[in-house]
């Protein structure tokens, strides 16, 4: 079953920009950090960025100033503003339910620590 759904992934050229979406017809997203996370063929994968359900936002080092995250309530869907883009930034990007301070995320636990997945979406950086 699928909890959760990313769109926005695309092709674009280095140095532009995307924003990812993480919603749910199933859940409500209010009570849940939520984590994006990326993997790259053949790496693994990496957790980019999380909010709890205060508000507080955790980045990973690589992408600190370029991505943003962010939650709308009304819209029960948390956005990934992706600027700045790299070639290295090219993975499948994903979001999960994380407990309200993000701390599996933070301390980058297992995928099956996570209680709900979405399918993912394919970023791809070239020109």
């Known amino acids: 079953q699928v909890h959760l759904v990313e769109s926005g992934g695309g092709l674009v050229q280095p140095g532009g920009s995307l924003r990812l979406s993480c919603g749910s017809s199933r859940l409500t997203l209010d009570p849940f950090g939520i984590g994006w996370f990326r993997q790259a063929p053949g790496k693994e994968r990496e957790g980019v960025a999380c909010?709890?359900?205060?508000?507080?936002?955790y980045y990973t080092d690589s992408v600190k100033g370029r991505f943003t995250i962010s939650r709308d309530k009304g819209k029960n869907t948390i956005f990934l503003e992706m600027n700045s883009l790299k070639p290295t930034d090219t993975a499948v990007y994903y979001c999960?339910?994380?407990?309200?301070?993000?701390?599996?995320?933070?301390?980058?636990?297992?995928?099956?620590?996570?209680?709900?997945w979405g399918q993912g979406t394919q970023v791809t950086v070239s020109s």
């Open positions: 909010i709890s359900t205060d508000g507080h936002t």
């Open positions: 999960a339910t994380d407990l309200e301070t993000c701390p599996r995320w933070r301390l980058g636990r297992p995928r099956g620590e996570f209680d709900y």
